[in-house]
């Protein structure tokens, strides 16, 4: 009998595995970890039903890729079992090296290493687990296959993890701006000269994308709210490392050791739980400023945000700073763990790599930046960005 398992999933409905490799991955421990790290982070504390996991995340961009796949080889593109299997893999594992709460604490736990390097160490160490089974996937994670829309479908600014996390983040958030409309878009899909293209009827499927991906930033990702839990969450994490504050194993490493003594499995062994517990721990902390951050998260006592559309005056930032060190009797140096500004930013489209190309009925290409279409070119035209100030509440 064929192998087959099917996941009940709240997005796409049914999922099915029908592949015992790529079973025997989900099944892993490395794997299983996604189950324990939250997908938006923080954004939780601003909209309740945020609390989806990695692990959603990446069965339902497995579920977008097998959707993908079966559309273009019924266009005729030639796609071999091991290519396909490989493709599944690859989008499978893509966020496996995300550590505790995602991107929030990306640069802080791990500072200077991208997740998907680690990523890669992952699916590196389990290509050697599976006898050399993923090394297709490897290369079309890297990019260094040759047939680059593979690669493409992993990464790229028509992704099918771009796909999956819009649809997902839209709808455990309930912020329905953000819906996209995949299977459509999935359905436009073509391949042309090795490249991933959309049809042309696909534009105004793409042009929906592309605004939803916008509203979700603007709405979700940059919520003042959610930037301020995120730093105060990565402060704390700083702060404890400043300090050299004590918690439990294996999160204890990463606060109190060099980042080049931690190992792979170690990395593998810590998730959002670690965390939160060192957060419970360190809210008795005898450092007023790691216990003040820790409760603040926990109890949902916020810094506030103030965002501008310009930078903010130096005087008015010192100001602030002398206020908030006068009514919590801190000293002048850690009064900038609590009061800071910085920029929140993000591009709804890449003008230099990775475009999105329309494939023309009479055969013609075209970057979606060069359509003569105003409202495309309008919504992707220029970054969202926005100056910021954080400050503790003094009523």
Not at 183 to 208: A, C, F, P, Q, W
Request: include cysteine; charge should be neutral; hydrophobic fraction near 40%.
């Amino acid at each position: 009998m064929p192998f087959h398992k099917i996941i009940n999933d709240p997005v796409y409905g049914f999922i099915t595995i029908d592949d015992e490799l790529v079973f025997s991955i989900i099944a892993h421990p490395y794997y299983q970890r996604l189950r324990r790290i939250q997908q938006m982070a923080m954004a939780h504390l601003v909209y309740p039903g945020a609390v989806h996991t990695r692990l959603h995340h990446s069965l339902g961009a497995y579920h977008l890729m097998c959707m993908a796949l079966q559309e273009l080889t019924r266009k005729g593109i030639e796609i071999t079992a091991a290519e396909q299997q490989a493709a599944k893999i690859a989008i499978l594992l893509h966020d496996v090296g995300h550590g505790p709460y995602s991107h929030a604490l990306e640069q802080v736990l791990a500072e200077g290493v991208h997740h998907e390097k680690i990523s890669l160490l992952i699916i590196e160490e389990l290509n050697k687990k599976f006898e050399g089974k993923l090394q297709i996937a490897q290369e079309i994670f890297t990019g260094s296959y040759h047939k680059k829309f593979l690669h493409q479908l992993v990464s790229g600014q028509l992704d099918v993890d771009r796909m999956d996390y819009l649809t997902r983040d839209s709808f455990f958030s309930g912020v329905i701006e953000g819906y996209v409309a995949y299977d459509r878009i999935l359905k436009m899909i073509t391949v042309h000269n090795g490249e991933l293209m959309v049809e042309e009827k696909g534009i105004y499927s793409i042009e929906k994308f592309l605004i939803s991906r916008r509203l979700m930033y603007r709405q979700v990702y940059l919520h003042k709210t959610v930037l301020s839990a995120e730093q105060m969450l990565q402060r704390i994490i700083k702060r404890a490392k400043f300090i050299g504050a004590q918690c439990q194993q294996p999160l204890n490493s990463f606060i109190n050791e060099p980042l080049q003594n931690i190992t792979l499995e170690q990395f593998c062994s810590i998730d959002d739980a670690d965390v939160l517990m060192a957060i419970k721990t360190w809210c008795s902390h005898t450092d007023k400023i790691l216990s003040y951050l820790c409760n603040g998260i926990l109890n949902r006592r916020l810094l506030k945000v103030r965002y501008s559309s310009t930078a903010l005056e130096e005087n008015i930032l010192q100001q602030k700073k002398q206020e908030v060190a006068t009514a919590l009797n801190i000293s002048n140096e850690d009064v900038s763990w609590l009061v800071f500004d910085g920029i929140a930013s993000s591009s709804t489209y890449d003008f230099e790599s990775q475009q999105i190309k329309i494939l023309f009925k009479d055969g013609s290409v075209k970057d979606i930046a060069a359509v003569d279409d105003a409202l495309i070119n309008e919504s992707m035209r220029g970054n969202i960005k926005k100056y910021y100030i954080c400050y503790p509440g003094l009523q």
